[in-house]
């Protein structure tokens, strides 16, 4: 069996301690450092296969050192996952959506953290960087599911798209989806109604739990983003982008 190395980087001793041992007790080799700058040494060095980032680090922000390591040719492959305390909005949503794999937060559970880092970690293998710009958003969203063979039948609903790009978006609905499934979008953008298809490439489960709701994250490929329909689009990510 494989021993994937994880370099974790926590100034919070108590918090990089408990990540250790969960992750040691799985069967990972854990790297560790509490600096931006040790985590750029460490994974030129070791070249780990994962990345957990602080964004909160002593000497700099986690997600500028993110930005190093992917302009750096020997770091640039290494997927990183942000470690938050709280949801990135705006710029910073964008950057994490540009440099990083993804985003965990620090108050999830270790059993669910595990289960994360198995799923980037099978990602990683087929790792590429992302080749569109994400900008967070916050526009409805209709969909409309082809009939399956068991039913026969139809599934349509609504939920919100919270990022957009010219290869994808994320659209939370409150039911999860297999992956694969092929849905006609309709998308409520201000300058009005645009039409597309795409793919499901994930379904994952939110919880909030002041809030009392959960609700399921999934990322959507286009599958038909004409030049058209794109310039329908585009002008509500470029206001996004000014507004950040």
């Known amino acids: ?24 007790q799985s069967g990972y080799r854990v790297l560790e450092s509490t600096t931006g700058a040790g ?72 059993e669910r953290l595990e289960r994360d880092l198995r799923l ?11 080749r569109f710009l994400r900008y967070p958003v916050e526009i409805p969203a209709f969909y409309r599911r082809k009939a399956e063979a068991s039913t026969g039948e139809e599934e349509a609903g609504a939920g919100i798209v919270r990022t957009l790009s ?34 499901v490439v994930y379904s994952r489960h939110r919880v909030d739990k002041k809030a009392g709701k959960s609700w399921y994250m999934h990322g959507i490929q286009f599958t038909n983003m004409d030049p058209k329909t794109f310039d329908l689009l585009k002008p509500l990510m470029d206001r996004e982008a000014a507004a950040t």
Do not use: W
Request: hydrophobic letters at 45%; aromatic letters at 2%.
């Open 1 to 24: 069996m494989q021993t994937h190395t994880i370099l974790v980087v926590e100034p919070a001793e108590h918090f990089r301690a408990a990540i250790r041992r969960s992750l040691q």
């Open 120 to 130: 980037l970690l099978s990602m990683a293998r087929t790792y590429v960087p992302r």
């Open 39 to 110: 985590a750029l040494t460490l994974a030129a060095a070791q070249r780990p296969n994962l990345i957990l980032m602080d964004v909160e680090l002593p000497d700099g922000d986690g997600l500028e050192v993110a930005q190093e390591l992917r302009r750096r040719q020997e770091t640039s492959r290494i997927p990183i996952v942000v470690l938050s305390g709280e949801g990135a909005l705006g710029q910073r949503a964008a950057l994490i959506a540009a440099f990083c794999a993804g985003s965990i937060p620090k108050s999830v559970a270790l």
């Open 166 to 199: 010219e290869g994808g978006a994320r659209f939370d609905l409150p039911n999860p989806m297999p992956a694969a499934t092929i849905l006609d979008l309709r998308l409520q953008t201000p300058g009005g109604e645009v039409s597309t298809a795409g793919k």
